[in-house]
């Protein structure tokens, strides 16, 4: 079976850190690019970054460009998510997700497999 | 950026209706266009992709079509389990991946 277990949210002041990480289990974890997607307390959804299976691939929405940093660990079987520099619009739970077949490749974008997320909240 | 627009907001229907789901691309997305429904508390879950193909274990009264920029959800006879938020997600013009904001489906 198929897990994604997200960890590190938490409260954190304007302009701090945080690293969260995805636990992944039930897959060959280096055969499938992962994804972070975020959700602002009663918002919609909003892609974050992405990460190919070997991780030389990374990707970033605008808005996070420059602050958060993707990267997998393959021997863990984990991807992270470091986020440094941040403010209060980043408040949002953070699911990581993947495709349902093996595609070491960004695309097809096509999320099936989701975590639970976890809640970051930035504020003073 | 593909900005994508959802409507309506919000439909009030009750069990059995039918519900029509818009979601209109700022630009053309071609037939890359996906629909999740998200309850709440829940991750979001994956309908339809790439226009029109359901995914496993999706109930055939779920349906989607269009193409270019005007996508259609259908749901042709509400059950009590439809009843949730559904957002449209284009993987055309990328980076970003954009998500529309939502439709919640809410009992009349």
């Known amino acids: 079976e198929v897990q994604l277990l997200e960890s590190g949210g938490g409260l954190v002041q304007p302009g701090g850190s945080l690293r969260l990480s995805c636990a992944a289990s039930?897959?060959?974890?280096?055969?499938?690019?992962m994804n972070w997607v975020r959700q602002s307390p009663g918002k919609g959804l909003e892609w974050v970054s992405s990460?190919?299976?070997?991780?030389?691939?990374?990707y970033y929405t605008d808005s996070v460009k420059g602050r958060f940093t993707i990267s997998r660990d393959n021997s863990k079987n984990t991807v992270y998510l470091q986020m440094n520099s941040l403010r209060a619009e980043d408040t949002a739970v953070y699911y990581c997700?993947?495709?349902?077949?093996?595609?070491?490749?960004?695309?097809?974008?096509?999320?099936?497999?989701w975590g639970q997320g976890t809640l970051v909240t930035v504020s003073s | 950026e593909t900005v994508l627009t959802q409507s309506p907001a919000t439909l009030s229907l009750s069990p059995g209706d039918r519900a029509t789901l818009s979601c209109r691309a700022s630009?053309?997305?071609?037939?890359?266009l996906l629909w999740y429904q998200q309850k709440p508390g829940q991750a979001p879950r994956l309908l339809i992709y790439?226009?029109?193909n359901r995914f496993t274990g999706i109930p055939a009264r779920f349906s989607g079509s269009g193409s270019g920029t005007d996508f259609t959800l259908t749901i042709s006879s509400l059950e009590p389990e439809d009843f949730a938020v559904y957002y449209c997600?284009?993987?055309?013009?990328?980076?970003?991946?954009?998500f529309g904001p939502g439709t919640k489906v809410e009992v009349k």
């Open positions: 039930g897959f060959i974890f280096d055969s499938y690019a």
């Open positions: 997700a993947k495709r349902d077949v093996p595609t070491t490749a960004i695309q097809p974008f096509i999320l099936v497999d």
């Open positions: 997600q284009q993987r055309t013009n990328w980076p970003p991946f954009t």
């Open positions: 790439d226009t029109s």
């Open positions: 990460i190919s299976g070997s991780g030389d691939t990374t």
């Open positions: 630009q053309s997305v071609g037939g890359n």
